[in-house]
């Protein structure tokens, strides 16, 4: 029987989420439950004979919650895409998962993030008393060089490609047919190339109108028809961004994220 990867979008908001913590839904139907969002993170698992692998993509703040969502029992790595809080502050969370595990988790990242979140976490990777580190940090290897993360349901093949978003970098992810762009707003040729054919791409669209740090949807939908994908999914969605309002607007092979959102693919 041939292996079976699940993707489950933890988390389909932007960096405030819907409502933002004022309460303001912007354009948003407070009465669709698909427009309440937590900031965004991605839960990737390998179902082979033998186990789940599970990997995680960012701590965002609302990590908990998620994870209590999806049921999630273990994460056997984490990998981030940019030190932004919205894609970290959950790292606590982790917490209980290295203790159930009796190890410590491995992070993958790249040199700012791991600058920032040693700044910021120093405790959740030294040793401090009463605290015991929790993960253990190693480099993002060299973009477009495979590389994978093995666990008990067996290895995730993981490419990573480079992206802008706004001033600083952010890391794409490509996990076998499946790539994540969730903070970006340029792709270079060689990021397009890594996107290339996928059978799925959940790819940031902030809004309707342009922003200096993040793709918007016609931005995004340009880089999908490009890219020849065969199923697409916007993310890291703004209050602008109404879920029933989009989805009616959008082409047939792209989706609308929602928090749940899930998908089973061939490996």
């Excluded at 793709?215 to 994908?229: C, F, N, S």
Aim: hydrophobic share 40%; proline share 6%.
């Amino acid at each position: 029987m041939m292996d079976r990867l699940e993707v489950v979008i933890l988390g389909s908001g932007s960096s405030g989420g819907v409502p933002r913590g004022d309460g303001d839904w912007g354009d948003c139907d407070p009465s669709e439950p698909k427009n309440y969002r937590t900031r965004c993170s991605l839960l990737v698992r390998r179902h082979g004979p033998d186990g789940v692998t599970s990997v995680l993509i960012d701590t965002s703040p609302d990590l908990r919650a998620q994870m209590l969502a999806a049921q999630v029992r273990h994460v056997d790595a984490v990998l981030y895409t940019h030190d932004h809080a919205d894609q970290t502050h959950g790292i606590d969370d982790l917490r209980v998962f290295a203790m159930r595990a009796r190890r410590r988790i491995p992070a993958f990242m790249d040199a700012a993030t791991r600058a920032a979140l040693f700044t910021r976490f120093g405790y959740i990777f030294e040793s401090v008393e009463g605290y015991p580190a929790i993960v253990e940090a190693h480099d993002v290897p060299a973009h477009g060089r495979p590389w994978s993360v093995d666990g008990p349901g067996g290895a995730v093949p993981v490419v990573t490609f480079d992206q802008a978003h706004g001033p600083i970098r952010s890391v794409g992810y490509r996990i076998g047919p499946v790539a994540y762009s969730s903070d970006v707003s340029e792709l270079d040729d060689d990021a397009l190339e890594a996107v290339r054919g996928c059978d799925l791409w959940i790819v940031d669209a902030l809004r309707f109108t342009p922003h200096p740090t993040h793709a918007h949807v016609d931005r995004t939908l340009d880089w999908i028809a490009r890219t020849g994908v065969k199923r697409a999914v916007l993310t890291n969605l703004h209050i602008d961004l109404d879920y029933n309002a989009l989805s009616a607007i959008v082409p047939p092979n792209v989706e609308v994220a929602f928090d749940g959102w899930n998908a089973t693919l061939s490996l």
